[in-house]
T-cell receptor
């Protein structure tokens, strides 16, 4: 257990509303990731962070922003949610200093945009 | 785009049989990892194989890596109903990147 919690676990919202998903870790690992999982696409990287205030875009970053003001929290924001952003969102961390980059995942946040 | 691609997309077997799933990738890697995902849950790391390794075992799991063919296979021996899950490969590209890239996964169903 890498001490990762995601909130909320489930959310239903309407098109055009802002949504923020939170990922919290208890072990001060440097690398954190946000993925989305959709049928037929597997997991796709949205954004990642390699330290406080250090973030970068992944494969499917359009429509998403992130922030990391503290080591333990990595926030994913949908400024104006669209139906195409209905998905399951997973946060993951990588153990700092490990050459392997083994990932530990949270339990996911299921977002439905109506 | 996905770096790794699993094959088959779905696999259905009887308890006690072996399950083999494959992963192909496109670029040079430092290591390749396999993950498991139970329905509705997060992914769990199973096993890692480095680019200079050809085979690795962990319990009932056997992973092979062929860097010349850019492919890996995961074998689960003597499968159990509890092995029912989706399995994903993830690659770490050469160059020290900490950004793992996942395939679309293989859905395994083991019938009791």
């Amino acid at each position: 257990d890498a001490g990762i919690t995601q909130s909320p676990r489930h959310k239903v919202t309407e098109t055009g509303t802002p949504v923020t998903l939170r990922c919290h870790q208890t072990e001060n690992h440097r690398y954190m990731y946000w993925y989305r999982q959709d049928p037929g696409h597997g997991l796709r990287l949205i954004h990642y962070s390699y330290g406080v205030k250090d973030t970068d875009k992944g494969e499917v970053s359009d429509g998403y922003s992130v922030s990391r003001s503290k080591t333990e929290d990595f926030l994913l924001t949908l400024e104006s949610a669209t139906s195409s952003q209905t998905s399951v969102y997973f946060c993951a961390i990588s153990v700092a200093g490990s050459e392997t980059g083994e990932l530990f995942f949270g339990e996911g946040s299921r977002l439905t945009v109506l | 785009s996905q770096q790794g691609e699993e094959d088959p997309q779905a696999l259905s077997i009887q308890e006690g049989e072996n399950a083999t799933m494959n992963c192909s990738y496109k670029t040079s890697i430092n290591n390749l990892q396999w993950y498991r995902q139970n329905s509705g849950r997060g992914l769990v790391h199973l096993i890692l194989i480095r680019s200079n390794e050809r085979e690795k075992h962990s319990g009932r799991l056997r992973v092979t890596l062929d860097t010349s063919k850019k492919s890996s296979s995961l074998l689960i021996t003597a499968s159990r109903a509890a092995d029912t899950a989706s399995y994903f490969c993830a690659t770490h590209a050469s160059g020290g990147s900490y950004i793992p890239t996942f395939g679309r996964g293989t859905s395994l169903i083991v019938h009791p």
